[in-house]
């Protein structure tokens, strides 16, 4: 039936054409997907015969599925529908205006500028007007008192402007947002069967009777019914929430759906539904209904948390099966706020506390004395035509007391961190990161580790074998073929091209002198490549053996690390080639092919001689080892195929090779600039012990002759895990700070040691960790880190799914640009704070003060909102726009509990602070007298704009504009200028700002309180507010040591960080709350363990007296092994160096741990576990529990 050609279907099909349409309709297809195991495998036998008859009525081969023909598939579009489930609506602008109106403080402004603009056109009637005199008066004209309406009028413009351009960037940010969404979305390709090729193809151009080769690490764009299938197992958690995976076969549960991932083996299916009528499209369907509902609902509940509403919203997918995982990641994706909205939010809440008592303060005040003065003092009688003359009053000291509030209240820190954010992750495109999750791009700069992966992240992963041992012999290089026994070639050669994907191939190089390109999974191309070397091409057997008749596959999976294939002889027996790790397979081998290709037993004591004089070198050279292996077995009976234990045993190994990986020319620098910005790099790889050391050595991950801990996943958790083999929190703080690299590991040992660290309470503050990761079983350890890096080429979909970054080139270099842009993004928010808060500092206390003193606001509630204007929205674009420098790696990770405004931000804050209230208090009491012109203190209630008011206005934008140079350095550099012209943004928005200010002053008359000024007071202005330069460099010749007594503030305490959530986490974690349970028995254990330990202490000390020291034999349980001093020194220790810290630190640590005495009762039991009493740099060997050779412990490199 397979070799029946598509041309033929079309043919038979040609009848069927006066249909119109195709053998089945949407409905049914439909109803078949719904079908799940046996209940499918009856239906498609009772409708269709079987999945070939399925196949005809899609008129589509099971071989070489669909003709790439464009009409056909654009008309099953058209019948079936497209794979692309449309986004839901983007909100509208006037939507986002709306939004943007909720804002508190605005409709505070709007209340009272509306009150004032109704009350400034009431004139009280004639007899009053006398009366009320002393409160209307000193109006010069009629003309200027009807212009009373102009300052409520202007509070409102302002209002709509701060509107209207927070709109905006919400608008734009959610375009830019789309943006990176449909470009995540080009980047997902699928393979598909079309004209017999197989071709890669955009997920949304898969139709209905395309064959999809699925295989591991897919997560699969659309509906379909298994035709062939090896091993394969589907985790279907995302749609029926069973954690089990799901093995599937055409003749037991042939039903695959969209959004599920693939998790173990590969196969073929025919498309059968997409888009919206696929599984995941249904539940879109459903939820996008719901959704609307819960719209309705949310509306009438309060918008409590806006700021963590967007967080949370997901991605917007316009594809069916990333679309299922994004609606769940607001549950899954449980990340703490990222560090710095964490101490923004503490931050805002604490400015926006002092600004409300500083205005409440105020009004309270004002509205006191007005009343004293005029109904106590001047003993004025209250009269009632006068009432809206004294409300109008109020009215203005309200308005006075809101300004106040509305520039304390930092409302440009959000738009400020969004610009920086979206403005860094447009840019990182560039340095080849793809960020998913904004907020991810900031935590980056706070990473204190970094847990990467090896192949292919650290090294080229272009896998090439380089040494081989084969029939007794250990080549060094690539043998000659003709070396080689016949026979065991031949069986190199099968084993090879048959027992491994036959996706992966080697293909011509693109560019002439290239190298060949490798397609799939780069070891086998790497021993596809050792075909080709050895003159031979594995193409003829693979047509020879084509994947339908191979007989069973196991396919390589993290538990067996190897991979089978069985297929069957013409003699009826079955023949199986193994392939894998070279320890694990040499294990299962009883025999070995000898000098002339004849099996011989092979014992033990030879594997034991083999690991050290073959595997050991290859191993220390930085070479990956694969063995390979066959097995033969007779036709009957026939084995039991599923009993793995037994079918994997009795091995012959063929032969065994080194596969050398480079290392990425450009990776040692990379980790060198981590070392010195202070973050640990660690290597987590599968590979063994001696490769990974070596290429840990060639990155500079470790340098010979450190003290840093190489282990491999057993030893790892042998330390991790009580006698229960539960994981405890304290046993990983043993390990971590000296672990930098983790060989043959799983992922779960991954997960373990990226959440230890994070949960450690043993360093000053909680590490930060960035984990690396393309394979499916990745996806926990990315989940759990705080950023977590899929890579683009070589990782699979689940692990893009879970990551937060994707670099698009594989490569580590990049993660480093990814840590200098997160630094950039923190520095750029520091350095808006910093001169947001000077304007904050001032503007509220000048509004203060003037009010009470003179019962006016130095600033009118307009220049006020102006100034607002400068300081949040023009700043926050001109400082969060500054590009990187590479200095920005020279220092050590912020971390957690440093306060956002560090010292020396709190120095320059007062300094210029201090500055400016001068300036402007001078002006204010002493101006008239400086200039030469009338006061323009105690005006009354609509007086126009005095020259007085509008210099010290002028003079405090001045200050501000010079100060915004004087921001671009927040950690004491005297140079401001620079790098300045590298930011042209900036230059504009200060030229910018400029331009408008001399227009506001020179023509903005009533609305602005303005008089223009002429060129001589103008020059005042510039000049005063040029001495904030000059001032910025007296400010940073003061020692900020002489400056104790300030404080940071913003900062994050061990209690903010853990957010509800991150206590209540996903059930899976239930470490918190078992461990609540468990510690009434662990300290119960514990006791009696002390209690053993120290009987059995006694008794060793006895007979070691004797015996001498040595008693490797009696580390009788791990607890013992654990509580050794050799660590517990080191966790008393309060400062754990990093790298980069001085060797002076460490030298003094290992004094510290050599000088401690070895008498038994300190030491209560180092004899009993075996451990060298005396701790030094080296640790011995003995410490190492005698198991094979491989099993190396600590490094004394």
């Given at each position: 039936m397979?070799?029946m050609?598509?041309?033929v ?8 054409e ?5 053998g089945?309709?949407l ?8 079908l799940?195991g046996s ?5 498609i036998r009772?409708?269709?015969?079987d ?13 070489d ?6 009409l056909d598939?654009?008309?099953r ?6 794979n692309?489930i ?5 909100k ?5 205006v709306?939004?943007a109106l ?9 209340l009272?500028a509306i009150?004032?603009?109704?009350l400034?056109f009431?004139q009280?009637?004639?007899?009053g007007?006398?009366l ?5 008066g000193?109006v010069e004209d009629?003309?200027?008192?009807q212009a ?6 202007a ?7 701060v509107?209207i351009?927070t ?5 734009s ?8 969404q449909?470009r ?5 390709k ?8 197989v071709i890669?193809?955009l ?5 209905i009777?395309?064959?999809?080769q699925v295989?591991y690490?897919?997560l699969?764009p659309?509906?379909g019914?298994?035709?062939q299938?090896?091993?394969l197992?589907?985790?279907?958690s ?5 954690s089990?995976?799901?093995?599937k ?6 039903m695959l759906l ?8 590969s196969g ?7 888009g919206v009528n ?7 369907t459903l939820l996008?209904a719901?959704a ?26 316009a594809?069916?099966g ?5 609606k ?10 990222s ?7 503490k931050?805002a809440v604490q400015i926006g ?5 500083m205005?409440?303060?105020?009004v309270?005040?004002l509205?006191l004395?007005f009343?004293i003065q005029k109904?106590?003092?001047e ?6 035509e006068?009432t809206p003359?004294?409300i ?6 309200f ?12 409302e440009?820190?959000p738009?400020?961190v969004?610009?920086s ?5 447009k ?5 080849n990161?793809?960020?998913r999750?904004?907020d991810?791009?900031?935590t980056?700069?706070n990473a ?12 080229t992963?272009r896998?090439?074998?380089?040494q081989a041992?084969v029939?007794?012999t250990h080549y060094k290089e690539?043998?000659?073929?003709d070396?080689?026994p ?7 050669i099968?084993s090879i ?7 992966t191939?080697?293909?011509?190089p693109d560019?002439d002198?290239g190298l060949?390109r490798q ?5 086998e191309?790497g021993?596809l490549?050792?075909i ?6 594995y ?12 007989y069973?596959v196991?396919t390589?999976?993290?538990v067996r ?10 003699n009826r027996?079955?023949r ?5 790790a070279?320890?694990?397979?040499l294990?299962?081998?009883s025999?070995?092919?000898n ?7 092979f014992?033990p004591?030879?594997?034991d001689?083999?690991?050290?004089k073959?595997?050991?070198?290859m191993a ?15 036709a009957s ?7 793995e ?13 080194g596969i050398e990986?480079?290392v990425?020319p450009?990776v040692?620098?990379?980790i060198?600039?981590c ?7 660690r290597?987590v790889?599968g590979?063994n012990i001696?490769t990974?050391?070596a290429?840990?050595?060639k990155?500079g991950i470790?340098h010979?002759?450190e003290d840093?801990?190489c282990?491999?996943?057993?030893e790892?958790?042998?330390r ?7 994981v405890e929190q ?9 672990l ?9 040992d991954?997960?373990t040691?990226?959440?230890g660290i ?5 360093v ?6 960035a984990v ?6 990745d996806?926990?350890a990315?989940?759990?880190?705080d950023?977590?890096f899929?890579?683009g080429?070589a990782g699979?979909d ?5 990551s937060?970054?994707i670099l698009?080139d594989d ?5 480093v ?7 950039n993004v923190?520095?750029s928010?520091?350095k808006?704070?910093?001169?947001q808060?000077t304007?904050?500092?001032?503007a509220?206390?000048?509004a203060f003060?003037g009010?009470c003193?003179t019962q006016?606001?130095?600033l ?6 102006w100034?607002n204007l400068?300081?949040?929205t023009f ?15 020279t220092?050590?990770p ?8 560090s010292r020396?931000?709190m120095k320059?804050i007062l ?8 300036i402007?208090?001078t ?5 008239e ?14 007086a126009?704009a005095s020259?007085?008011y ?5 003079t405090?934008?001045?200050m ?6 004087n921001?671009r ?5 005297r140079?401001?200028f620079d790098g300045?012209?590298?930011n042209?943004?900036f230059?504009s928005i200060?030229?910018g700002?400029?331009?408008v200010?001399?227009?506001i002053v020179q023509?903005?008359g ?9 060129v001589d ?8 507010g040029?001495g ?15 400056l104790?007594?300030l404080k940071?503030?913003?900062?994050l305490t061990h209690k ?7 206590m209540n986490?996903?059930t ?11 510690r ?10 002390r209690i053993q330990?120290?009987?059995?202490v006694?008794?060793?000390f006895r007979?070691s007296?004797?015996?001498g ?6 580390k009788?349980s791990?607890h ?11 966790d ?11 060797d ?7 004094k510290?741990?050599s000088s401690q ?10 004899i009993d576990s ?7 740099t ?12 491989l099993h ?5 490199l």
């Amino acid at each position: 039936m397979g070799d029946m050609t598509n041309s033929v279907f079309y043919a038979k099909n040609q009848r069927n054409e006066a249909k119109g349409e195709f053998g089945c309709t949407l409905e049914e297809l439909r109803s078949l997907m719904e079908l799940r195991g046996s209940d499918a495998v009856i239906k498609i036998r009772e409708d269709y015969g079987d999945t070939n008859g399925l196949c005809r009525r899609l008129r589509t081969s099971p071989t070489d599925g669909l003709l790439n023909n464009p009409l056909d598939l654009e008309k099953r579009k058209d019948v079936y529908g497209e794979n692309f489930i449309p986004p839901k609506k983007p909100k509208t602008f006037l939507q986002l205006v709306w939004e943007a109106l909720q804002d508190v403080t605005l409709i505070i402004l709007e209340l009272a500028a509306i009150i004032s603009l109704g009350l400034s056109f009431y004139q009280p009637p004639g007899a009053g007007i006398e009366l009320c005199g002393a409160a209307s008066g000193g109006v010069e004209d009629e003309g200027e008192s009807q212009a009373g309406w102009i300052e409520g009028a202007a509070i409102l413009l302002s209002v709509a402007c701060v509107v209207i351009v927070t709109a905006f960037n919400d608008w734009s940010k959610e375009k830019q947002f789309r943006g990176l969404q449909s470009r995540i979305e080009q980047e997902q390709k699928f393979s598909v069967v079309r004209a017999g090729t197989v071709i890669q193809i955009l997920v949304a151009d898969i139709v209905i009777g395309d064959i999809a080769q699925v295989k591991y690490g897919d997560l699969l764009p659309a509906d379909g019914i298994l035709i062939q299938g090896n091993d394969l197992k589907i985790d279907e958690s995302s749609l029926t929430g069973e954690s089990d995976h799901v093995s599937k076969a055409p003749d037991k549960d042939p039903m695959l759906l969209s959004g599920t991932h693939v998790m173990e083996g590969s196969g073929r299916m025919v498309v059968t539904a997409v888009g919206v009528n696929s599984q995941t499209g249904i539940i879109f369907t459903l939820l996008g209904a719901s959704a609307e509902e819960e719209e309705k609902k949310e509306k009438k509940a309060k918008k409590k948390n806006r700021a963590a509403a967007m967080e949370m919203q997901p991605l917007k997918s316009a594809e069916g099966g990333v679309g299922v995982e994004k609606k769940k990641k607001p549950h899954m994706h449980k990340k703490e706020k990222s560090v710095l909205q964490g101490k923004l939010t503490k931050l805002a809440v604490q400015i926006g506390k002092a600004g409300l008592i500083m205005s409440a303060i105020t009004v309270i005040i004002l509205i006191l004395y007005f009343t004293i003065q005029k109904f106590v003092i001047e003993k004025t009688p209250w009269l009632p035509e006068c009432t809206p003359v004294y409300i109008q009053y109020f009215v203005k000291f309200f308005i006075i007391g809101v300004t106040v509030l509305v520039v304390a209240v930092p409302e440009g820190l959000p738009l400020a961190v969004t610009i920086s954010l979206a403005y860094s992750v447009k840019k990182m495109m560039k340095d080849n990161n793809l960020v998913r999750h904004l907020d991810a791009c900031e935590t980056m700069g706070n990473a204190t580790a970094i847990c990467s992966d090896k192949t292919g992240t650290l090294t080229t992963n272009r896998m090439t074998v380089v040494q081989a041992y084969v029939g007794d012999t250990h080549y060094k290089e690539i043998p000659d073929p003709d070396a080689l026994p016949a026979k065991t070639l031949d069986l190199i050669i099968y084993s090879i091209s048959i027992n491994s994907a036959y996706t992966t191939k080697i293909l011509p190089p693109d560019k002439d002198g290239g190298l060949p390109r490798q397609v799939g999974n780069k070891t086998e191309c790497g021993l596809l490549g050792f075909i080709l070397d050895l003159k031979r091409d594995y193409q003829p057997i693979r047509n020879q053996i084509p994947e339908e008749k191979l007989y069973k596959v196991y396919t390589f999976n993290s538990v067996r690390k190897s991979m089978s294939t069985v297929t069957k002889l013409p003699n009826r027996s079955f023949r199986m080639y193994s392939k894998g790790a070279s320890e694990i397979i040499l294990k299962k081998c009883s025999y070995i092919l000898n000098a002339v290709g004849e099996p011989r037993v092979f014992r033990p004591r030879d594997r034991d001689e083999m690991v050290k004089k073959v595997i050991e070198p290859m191993a220390c050279e930085g070479l990956r080892t694969i063995c390979i292996a066959y097995r033969d077995f007779p036709a009957s009976p026939e084995p039991d195929w599923d009993n793995e234990n037994y079918i994997l045993k009795d091995l012959t190994c063929i032969c065994v090779v080194g596969i050398e990986d480079p290392v990425r020319p450009e990776v040692p620098e990379a980790i060198r600039k981590c070392q010195r910005a202070g973050i640990t790099v660690r290597m987590v790889t599968g590979d063994n012990i001696n490769t990974a050391r070596a290429i840990a050595i060639k990155c500079g991950i470790i340098h010979p002759g450190e003290d840093f801990l190489c282990i491999d996943g057993k030893e790892f958790n042998r330390r991790i895990r009580n006698e229960k083999g539960e994981v405890e929190q304290e046993r990983i703080d043993k390990v971590w700070p000296k672990l930098r690299v983790l060989a043959r590991s799983s992922p779960t040992d991954k997960h373990t040691l990226v959440k230890g660290i994070i949960d450690s309470k043993q360093v000053g503050q909680r590490q930060v960790v960035a984990v690396t990761g393309d394979g499916t079983n990745d996806g926990p350890a990315l989940k759990k880190a705080d950023v977590g890096f899929a890579m683009g080429i070589a990782g699979t979909d689940v692990a893009k799914e879970a990551s937060d970054i994707i670099l698009t080139d594989d490569n580590f270099s990049s993660i480093v640009k990814a840590v200098m842009w997160g630094r950039n993004v923190y520095d750029s928010i520091s350095k808006f704070l910093q001169f947001q808060l000077t304007v904050n500092v001032v503007a509220v206390i000048v509004a203060f003060t003037g009010a009470c003193i003179t019962q006016d606001s130095p600033l009118k509630a307009v220049q006020m909102l102006w100034v607002n204007l400068i300081m949040d929205t023009f700043a926050s674009l001109a400082l969060a726009t500054e590009p990187p420098t590479e200095s920005l790696l020279t220092r050590k990770p912020y971390g957690r509990n440093k306060p956002l405004i560090s010292r020396t931000m709190m120095k320059n804050i007062l300094g210029h602070g201090i500055y400016q209230l001068v300036i402007i208090f001078t002006l204010l009491f002493a101006g008239e007298q400086i200039f030469d012109i009338d006061s323009g203190r105690n005006a009354p209630l609509h007086a126009p704009a005095s020259e007085h008011y509008t210099i010290i206005f002028n003079t405090f934008v001045m200050m501000q504009l010079f100060n915004e140079i004087n921001a671009r350095k927040i950690h004491g550099e005297r140079n401001v200028f620079d790098g300045i012209f590298r930011n042209p943004i900036f230059c504009s928005i200060v030229l910018g700002t400029l331009g408008v200010q001399i227009i506001i002053v020179q023509f903005g008359g009533k609305p602005f309180s303005c008089f223009p000024l002429d060129v001589d007071k103008w020059l005042w202005c510039l000049f005063i507010g040029f001495g904030e330069l000059l001032w910025g460099q007296v400010i940073s010749t003061i020692p900020k040591n002489s400056l104790n007594f300030l404080k940071g503030a913003g900062q994050l305490t061990h209690k903010d960080e853990m957010p509800e959530e991150e206590m209540n986490e996903d059930t899976e974690e239930i470490d918190h709350s078992e461990r609540e349970l468990r510690r009434g028995q662990i300290l119960w254990f514990r006791g009696l363990n002390r209690i053993q330990t120290q009987i059995r202490v006694v008794k060793a000390f006895r007979s070691s007296l004797y015996e001498g020291l040595e008693k490797p034999e009696s580390k009788s349980s791990i607890h013992n092994f654990m509580t050794h001093p050799e660590f517990r020194i080191e966790d008393s220790q309060p400062h754990i160096p990093l790298i980069d810290d001085t060797d002076i630190e460490e030298d003094a640590a290992l004094k510290q741990n050599s000088s401690q005495p070895s008498s038994p009762n300190k030491n209560n039991n180092a004899i009993d576990s075996g451990i060298n009493l005396t701790t030094d740099t080296s640790k011995s060997a003995s410490s190492s529990s005698p198991g094979s050779p491989l099993h190396s412990l600590e490094t004394s490199l």
